[in-house]
């Protein structure tokens, strides 16, 4: 099985938290498995999927109180009691939610008559019988809303697809030598240039393969590409699907216009999502602010703001009309732009290609997966930078570069970077990410590998 960060958060769980916890995640990012195999340690586990066990769905819909639950959930075990040291599983729980919200509008009064899950995990979490996972996808747009939540009695943990250290553990690369690229990081010194090239390979890799573990599964088993790309072409069309079933009526032609635009608007010179490229009636009175939204809270894109002024804190000229819209996952952005062949090709050798938009896709996931806030800068007299993060209450500006530095000078062009530095020098420092090893460039500008901005952790 494909190693997730997110196994030590659950094991942490387990023995600290009394809590029951809600797994959040885009569809494909690997929830279910993960949570199938940390099950397995308790003395025992019932697991429900909601969307393949229509029995246990229509029981635990009428339920009414924490005894009524408990007897039912025998019933569906099979008289099998849950007890200390065991866990229940209820997966897919945005369908439980779904159809209890159909039951509703048919009989408002349904909602008083039974109780529903979330709401009882308040009194599984006090009384301490057995451990509950509930897990979802779509979460942020469906009809299921995690703000009722009961406070203190349901944590939550979000899965993001596989980040770059993820996949090069999966591809043959050990801890040991990502380890000594981290600490290179943190010390800002050279890595090894071997280890400096292999990393900077298998990040060309994760490019066009993406995190989605069914891609990175597929690539790890056959490295032509084969299976990574019917994965992924699956992938894409269940997003489709669901932007059909969960959107509103009134959204979904649009989101979805806007969910097959993105590789062209990503590839565009400065990135930005233009309303007027959308292929819809009346574009002009179309507010996207919301849309954006529901596809950031779906998992399938990342809204990055521009900050009309870049100094911490970033959120306070956050422009909400000014957008670039990136791909949850690089490689389903990458599986849209190029066929196998092409791909494959790229892999080995991108000489004279232009990946930028590709590699500042991966910036975005992998900052975004990391906690950050993704900005962007953009000004008409200085230029645009890539993006604007805040750490250690701090603000930093950051370039993204798909090529090398100038053989001549070893310096990058980045005329906005200089630019932004030059009007405010109360910025401290700068980044700057690309094919290389590190180098310090000046008193405030730091050159890094790219695949060190897996590295930028809150």
Same mark, same amino acid.
């Given at each position: 099985?494909?190693?997730?960060?997110?196994?030590?958060?659950?094991?942490?769980?387990?023995?600290?938290?009394?809590?029951?916890?809600?797994?959040?995640?885009?569809?494909?990012?690997?929830?279910?498995?993960?949570?199938? %195999?940390?099950?397995?340690?308790?003395?025992?586990?019932?697991?429900?999927?909601?969307?393949?066990?229509?029995?246990?769905?229509?029981?635990?819909?009428?339920?009414?109180?924490?005894?009524?639950?408990?007897?039912?959930?025998?019933?569906?075990?099979?008289?099998?009691?849950?007890?200390?040291?065991?866990?229940?599983?209820?997966?897919?729980?945005?369908?439980?939610?779904?159809?209890?919200?159909?039951?509703?509008?048919?009989?408002?009064?349904?909602?008083?008559?039974?109780?529903?899950?979330?709401?009882?995990?308040?009194?599984?979490?006090?009384?301490?019988?057995?451990?509950?996972?509930?897990?979802?996808?779509?979460?942020?747009?469906?009809?299921?809303?995690?703000?009722?939540?009961?406070?203190?009695?349901?944590?939550?943990?979000?899965?993001?697809?596989?980040?770059?250290?993820?996949?090069?553990?999966?591809?043959?690369?050990?801890?040991?030598?990502?380890?000594?690229?981290?600490?290179?990081?943190?010390?800002?010194?050279?890595?090894?240039?071997?280890?400096?090239?292999?990393?900077?390979?298998?990040?060309?890799?994760?490019?066009?393969?993406?995190?989605?573990?069914?891609?990175?599964?597929?690539?790890?088993?056959?490295?032509?590409?084969?299976?990574?790309?019917?994965?992924?072409?699956?992938?894409?069309?269940?997003?489709?699907?669901?932007?059909?079933?969960?959107?509103?009526?009134?959204?979904?032609?649009?989101?979805?216009?806007?969910?097959?635009?993105?590789?062209?608007?990503?590839?565009?010179?400065?990135?930005?999502?233009?309303?007027?490229?959308?292929?819809?009636?009346?574009?002009?009175?179309?507010?996207?602010?919301?849309?954006?939204?529901?596809?950031?809270?779906?998992?399938?894109?990342?809204?990055?703001?521009?900050?009309?002024?870049?100094?911490?804190?970033?959120?306070?000229?956050?422009?909400?009309?000014?957008?670039?819209?990136?791909?949850?996952?690089?490689?389903?952005?990458?599986?849209?732009?190029?066929?196998? %062949?092409?791909?494959?090709?790229?892999?080995?050798?991108?000489?004279?290609?232009?990946?930028?938009?590709?590699?500042?896709?991966?910036?975005?996931?992998?900052?975004?997966?990391?906690?950050?806030?993704?900005?962007?800068?953009?000004?008409?007299?200085?230029?645009?930078?890539?993006?604007?993060? %805040?750490?250690?209450?701090?603000?930093?500006?950051?370039?993204?570069?798909?090529?090398?530095?100038?053989?001549?000078?070893?310096?990058?062009?980045?005329?906005?970077?200089?630019?932004?530095?030059?009007?405010?020098? %109360?910025?401290?420092?700068?980044?700057?990410?690309?094919?290389?090893?590190?180098?310090?460039?000046?008193?405030?500008?730091?050159?890094?590998?790219?695949?060190?901005?897996?590295?930028?952790?809150?």
């Amino acid at each position: 099985m494909l190693y997730r960060k997110a196994l030590p958060e659950l094991i942490k769980w387990k023995e600290k938290e009394n809590t029951c916890l809600l797994v959040k995640g885009a569809r494909q990012v690997g929830k279910t498995k993960l949570i199938e %195999e940390f099950i397995k340690g308790f003395r025992s586990y019932l697991e429900i999927d909601f969307t393949k066990n229509l029995e246990a769905l229509s029981l635990l819909l009428e339920v009414r109180n924490y005894d009524d639950f408990i007897n039912r959930l025998t019933l569906i075990s099979g008289n099998k009691v849950l007890g200390k040291g065991d866990i229940l599983f209820l997966d897919e729980i945005q369908y439980y939610y779904e159809i209890r919200e159909d039951r509703i509008k048919a009989d408002p009064e349904f909602r008083e008559r039974y109780i529903d899950i979330i709401t009882l995990s308040k009194d599984i979490a006090e009384r301490g019988s057995f451990r509950m996972i509930l897990s979802g996808s779509m979460l942020g747009v469906s009809v299921f809303n995690v703000n009722h939540n009961p406070t203190g009695y349901l944590k939550e943990l979000t899965m993001y697809p596989m980040d770059f250290e993820e996949f090069a553990l999966a591809n043959g690369i050990n801890q040991g030598l990502i380890d000594e690229a981290k600490e290179a990081f943190e010390k800002r010194v050279m890595v090894a240039e071997s280890l400096n090239q292999l990393l900077l390979r298998r990040f060309n890799e994760y490019v066009f393969v993406g995190g989605y573990p069914a891609a990175v599964q597929g690539y790890v088993d056959d490295p032509s590409l084969d299976m990574t790309s019917s994965a992924l072409g699956i992938i894409d069309d269940w997003y489709k699907a669901d932007i059909i079933k969960y959107a509103s009526r009134e959204d979904r032609l649009v989101i979805l216009e806007m969910y097959n635009l993105l590789p062209s608007e990503i590839t565009m010179k400065n990135r930005k999502f233009v309303k007027s490229h959308l292929d819809v009636p009346n574009f002009k009175n179309i507010d996207l602010k919301d849309r954006f939204l529901w596809l950031k809270s779906s998992g399938i894109a990342i809204p990055t703001y521009n900050v009309s002024n870049p100094i911490y804190p970033l959120a306070i000229s956050k422009e909400s009309k000014i957008v670039k819209l990136f791909m949850g996952d690089v490689g389903l952005l990458t599986h849209k732009l190029f066929d196998k %062949e092409a791909k494959r090709r790229l892999i080995v050798d991108k000489t004279g290609f232009d990946l930028g938009a590709a590699y500042e896709n991966a910036a975005a996931e992998l900052l975004y997966g990391h906690g950050h806030d993704t900005y962007f800068h953009s000004n008409k007299k200085r230029g645009e930078i890539d993006f604007m993060i %805040e750490r250690n209450m701090e603000a930093i500006p950051i370039e993204i570069k798909s090529y090398s530095p100038d053989k001549k000078s070893g310096r990058f062009n980045h005329a906005a970077l200089d630019n932004l530095l030059e009007a405010h020098q %109360e910025i401290k420092q700068a980044w700057v990410f690309g094919i290389n090893n590190f180098k310090q460039e000046s008193s405030k500008v730091s050159n890094f590998p790219i695949y060190m901005i897996d590295f930028v952790r809150r």
